[in-house]
């Protein structure tokens, strides 16, 4: 049984953890308006105002006497069943803790308030196509990631950075898998193209803003994004921010040209937002609210974005929809035109643009050329040069131009160089080995999604992974969830069969 005596540490415990978790939402809350509405003057100050926040969440985090209450509680954690909500709030608030005592404040003050300089430089730079300007700022960048990263040390540079988003991961984890991937996918992408291209013409008329939001919106509502607890807004780079249970927001850019372009980055952010709604009330305001790792969170954009947004049941339902509201646009083309458009293989230079067949690749280079910075072998200055290089040799494309080259994503100008980028492969590999799982356990699941219905599959994740939240780790949720650790074998699958038949090839 619990020891008595110690109820009153856990309480002390809870509260330590919430006050911490306040401050990082209101941090999380100043990203997003700096994002979205904040007016270009405020960016100075707002980077001083995020610092000064982060510091302060830093120093409580690792005050001294949160590590002593942790220590005296361990006694009462091994009283405990393993994954009980109380077992787990105190073991992982004890690996954060301990993780967090290595880094300096002010460390945490000046990394912060360089990143907020960083993404206004890059948010103009990114459209003047202008890398001269954002390049000292990347520079830097590139110094405080291997600074963070000497203070944990690890068999290389990029290990510290990763496991900061995948606790238990290591660039020698992750490497084999994306060689296996790669000399998986590339006689894919070969084989489809010497297949007949499909024509998606049909995507790129005009649309216009206003009614493709008012789709989407319906369409998000359908799929079960609570809009009493979120909210859609615009932003030069699509992402999700949760500031608690009952406010976890989303962003998205439309192309008026380019109808898939908001309505899948809205549906993928959905995914992500629709995870943090789905944990249990229980956690919230503790270390265990938020998803279980950057991969896995990464999983259920991608899953609902791509197993289920670019199915053809889920355009069973809802293509008469989107045709009746693009009549003129649509009106000649039928839902198995629609469906292959959607689903067209063609290498691009945009990642986020790019489908799931290739799409994999754009992060492999990613992950390739930040290992590269972080271990010296290339200079931020030569980086618009390797990346085309690389998108030479691999997607058989030159960027003519860094706004849809180098400047494409806001990762490593808003955040650190290195610990995110795999978590997007990685994160396609477990989005098709849940799904495949959901599907064994209740076949009736496309049949719902055939009928528009979602809550069955909504009920299945929830039950599965929202709810636990960061209580396990990525292994430990992919084992007790499916049974096995992480394989290839089901995306490549899903990859074969769908492309197969959209190409009429044997893949």
């Known amino acids: 049984m619990p ?17 911490i978790n306040d401050i990082e939402s209101v941090i999380a809350l100043l990203h997003w308006d700096q994002a979205t509405y904040m007016p270009a003057g405020g960016a100075a100050a ?13 120093e409580k985090l690792t005050d001294p006497n949160l590590g ?10 091994a009283s405990l069943p393993q994954d009980s909500l109380a077992a787990s709030l105190i073991a992982i608030a004890r690996r954060d803790y301990q993780r967090a005592i290595r880094v300096p404040s002010e460390f945490m003050a000046r990394l912060s308030q360089h990143q907020a300089a960083s993404y206004e430089a890059w948010s103009e730079a990114r459209p003047a196509n202008d890398f001269a300007k954002v390049q000292p700022y990347l520079e830097k960048t590139l110094d405080l990631s291997r600074e963070l990263a000497s203070f944990y040390g690890g068999k290389q540079v990029a290990d510290p950075l990763i496991e900061r988003n995948d606790y238990g991961l290591s660039v020698d984890a992750i490497k084999p898998i994306f060689q296996q991937l790669r000399q998986q996918l590339l006689p894919l992408v070969q084989a489809i193209a010497s297949a007949p291209q499909v024509d998606d013409s049909c995507l790129h008329q005009f649309y216009g803003e206003q009614e493709q939001l008012n789709f989407i919106k319906g369409v998000l509502f359908r799929l079960g994004y609570d809009f009493n607890r979120g909210r859609q807004d615009k932003t030069l780079h699509p992402f999700a921010s949760k500031f608690s249970i009952g406010d976890v927001r989303i962003t998205t850019r439309v192309y008026e040209h380019h109808l898939d372009q ?41 899953l609902w974005e791509n197993l289920v947004g670019r199915s053809r049941g889920f355009w069973e339902w809802f293509y008469p929809q989107l045709q009746g509201t693009f009549i003129r646009q649509l009106g000649q083309t039928s839902s198995e035109q629609f469906y292959r458009a959607i689903n067209k293989v063609q290498p ?7 489908d799931e067949v290739t799409y994999n690749l754009h992060v492999m280079i990613r992950f390739d050329l930040e290992l590269a910075m972080l271990e ?13 290089e690389r998108y030479q040799k691999d997607l058989g494309l030159v960027p003519s131009t860094d706004t849809n080259g180098v400047l494409q994503d806001v990762h490593w100008y ?18 098709a080995q849940f799904y495949e799982t959901a599907i064994i356990n209740d076949p009736e699941i496309p049949v719902d999604i055939e009928r528009g219905n979602f809550q069955r599959l909504r009920d299945w994740l929830k039950h599965h992974i929202y709810q636990h939240g960061r209580k396990f780790t990525t292994q430990e949720l992919l084992e007790r969830v499916t049974g096995r650790g992480l394989s290839l074998d089901p995306f490549l699958n899903y990859i074969r069969n769908k492309y197969g038949y959209i190409y009429n090839l044997k893949l």
């Open 262 to 302: 908001a309505l899948f980055s809205s549906i993928h952010e959905m995914g992500h937002a629709m995870y943090e709604q789905g944990l249990s009330p229980d956690l919230e305001a503790t270390p265990l609210a938020m998803g279980t790792s950057f991969s896995v969170h990464e999983s259920q954009s991608r």
């Open 3 to 19: 020891l008595p005596n110690q109820e009153p540490q856990l309480i002390e415990l809870k509260q330590r953890l919430s006050e």
């Open 68 to 77: 002593q209450l942790l220590e005296d509680l361990r006694p009462y954690e």
């Open 414 to 431: 808003i955040g650190l160089i290195g610990g995110m980028f795999h978590g997007y492969t990685l994160g396609n590999l477990i989005a």
């Open 348 to 354: 691009s230079l945009i990642r986020t643009d790019a």
């Open 376 to 388: 010296g072998t290339l200079s931020v200055g030569d980086l618009p040069k390797a990346w085309n």
């Open 46 to 58: 707002r980077g001083r105002q995020i610092a000064t926040l982060k510091q302060i969440a830093h």
